[in-house]
């Protein structure tokens, strides 16, 4: 396994993301629905990937949803930065990464296509987040 290290802007959000796959074979996804279309936001996740965020700040922090409202992205309240899309609960929580919030984005060689979830019905939904997204998923609020 391999840590990349990431977080915000101001560093109210940091995590650990860790995974096997070499990043020059991680699967990107540029989502082009409304929302990560305004953001430029670029997805990874691995089947054997954990991700270990950590907030300072608990109250700095804000959760959107839309749509199905069965994600919501996690993004600092300080700075703005969206870090993750979450799904599930404290119990079992799944994500994607915003690629673009590792701190050494420039020196790897990521390939990134495009994905468009339009028109995807829920169940698929569900079942593709199942199947694909970051399974090891752990929330550590420092304060409150
Ligand atoms: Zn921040």
Known sequence: MSCYAGGCHCGNVRYQYETAVLPEQWS???CTCTFCLRLAARYTSAADAQLALTVL???MVQR???GTKTAEF???ARCG???AALSGNDSARIAVLNVNTLDD??????QTAPADFDG??????LARRQANW?????IDYVNA
Do not use: P
């Open 134 to 138: 970051i399974q090891g998923v752990t």
């Open 74 to 76: 996690l993004r600092c």
């Open 57 to 59: 700040y608990a109250s």
């Open 105 to 110: 984005i420039e020196s790897l060689a990521l």
């Open 81 to 83: 930065v969206m870090i």
């Open 28 to 30: 990107v996804r540029r």
């Open 64 to 66: 959107y949803e839309f």
């Open 120 to 125: 995807e019905v829920l169940d698929d939904r």
